[in-house]
C-alpha cells in the first residue's frame, strides 16, 4: 500500500481541497492532515512553523508510517519543504504544488512578502480577498466568494492565515539540507499563478538532487492542478510515487 500524507494550505481544510481527488488515487493509503494553525478556535500561542513539522511527524507516528510519500499545496506545502529539510529519512517522495515558501533567503527576501503582511493586516473578509488576489499573476481576475453563507471554517481563516504567514516570514532553513534528500521531488504550478513560483521552481531545480517540474496551462494557484486537471496529476503523483518506493 502507497502511505499519502496529504496537506493542504492556508485557506481550505484538507477534506475539502483532497477528497475528490482521491477518487483518481484508488490503492493508496491516504491520511489527510489539516494545519495544526487550525487545530484549536486560534493560532496557538507561539505558533510556528516547527510546530506544522511536529505535526507531520506525530501524524505519521499515530499512522503506523516509518516511511511515507507527501503530496502537499501552498502553506501545507512549505511545511512539507520544512520537513523535509528536517527529516529527509522519513519522506519517500515529496509533490508540491505551489509552496508557499522556500525558506531560501532569496525567498525570504522576496517584497511579495510585504505585500502579505499588509494583506493579512486587513480586516476580515477584506483580508481574505486582498491575500488570494495576490497569489496570482498580474491581470487575473477571480470571482467573488460563492452564493450563501460561508462554511463555519472560514471563520478561523483571517487569524490562521496572519499567523501562518509570520510563521513562514520567520522560519529558517539551511538551503542545503535540501540536497540531503534523495528522493523524487515534483513540484507543480499553473501558468497564470502568481511569477514567484516560476522563480522557486527555478530555486528548487537546483537544490534538490532528483526534481522534476510541471506547467499547467491556464491554471493558478486558486485554480490548482489537482482540482482542475486531477486525472493528468494523478497519473503524474503515480509515477513519482512508483520511483520512490523503498527497496
Known amino acids: 500500500m502507497t502511505d499519502v500524507l496529504f496537506l493542504p494550505g492556508g485557506i481550505a481544510p484538507a477534506e475539502v481541497r483532497y477528497r475528490p481527488f482521491l477518487n483518481h488515487l484508488p490503492g493508496i493509503s491516504p491520511l489527510l492532515k489539516d494545519l495544526e494553525v487550525y487545530a484549536g478556535e486560534a493560532p496557538p500561542t507561539g505558533y510556528s512553523v516547527q510546530a506544522e513539522v511536529d505535526g507531520i511527524g506525530r501524524a505519521a507516528e499515530r499512522a503506523g508510517w516509518d516511511r511515507f510519500h507527501i503530496y502537499a499545496h501552498s502553506g501545507g506545502a512549505a511545511c512539507a519543504l520544512a520537513f523535509v529539510a528536517s527529516h529527509p529519512e522519513r519522506v519517500l517522495s515529496l509533490a508540491v504544488d505551489e509552496p508557499a515558501s522556500d525558506f531560501t533567503p532569496a525567498d525570504q527576501g522576496d517584497p511579495y512578502w510585504a505585500e502579505i503582511e499588509d494583506a493579512v493586516k486587513l480586516p476580515g473578509p477584506q483580508s481574505v480577498a486582498a491575500f488570494l488576489q495576490l497569489q496570482v499573476a498580474p491581470g487575473v481576475e477571480l470571482s467573488g466568494p460563492p452564493d450563501g453563507p460561508p462554511p463555519t471554517w472560514m471563520a478561523k481563516r483571517p487569524a490562521g492565515m496572519a499567523a501562518l504567514a509570520n510563521a513562514l516570514r520567520n522560519h529558517r532553513v539551511d538551503p542545503t539540507s535540501y540536497s540531503k534528500f534523495d528522493g523524487p521531488v515534483l513540484f507543480t504550478f499553473g501558468s497564470l499563478?502568481?511569477?514567484?513560483?516560476?522563480?522557486?521552481?527555478?530555486?528548487?531545480?537546483?537544490?534538490?538532487?532528483?526534481?522534476t517540474s510541471e506547467e499547467f496551462e491556464g491554471l493558478h494557484h486558486l485554480n490548482t492542478c489537482h482540482q482542475a486537471e486531477p486525472a493528468r496529476t494523478a497519473e503524474l503523483v503515480t509515477k513519482l510515487w512508483g520511483r520512490a518506493q523503498p527497496q
Do not use: N, Q, V
Open 193 to 211: 499563478t502568481h511569477p514567484r513560483w516560476r522563480a522557486m521552481r527555478d530555486r528548487l531545480k537546483g537544490l534538490f538532487r532528483d526534481f
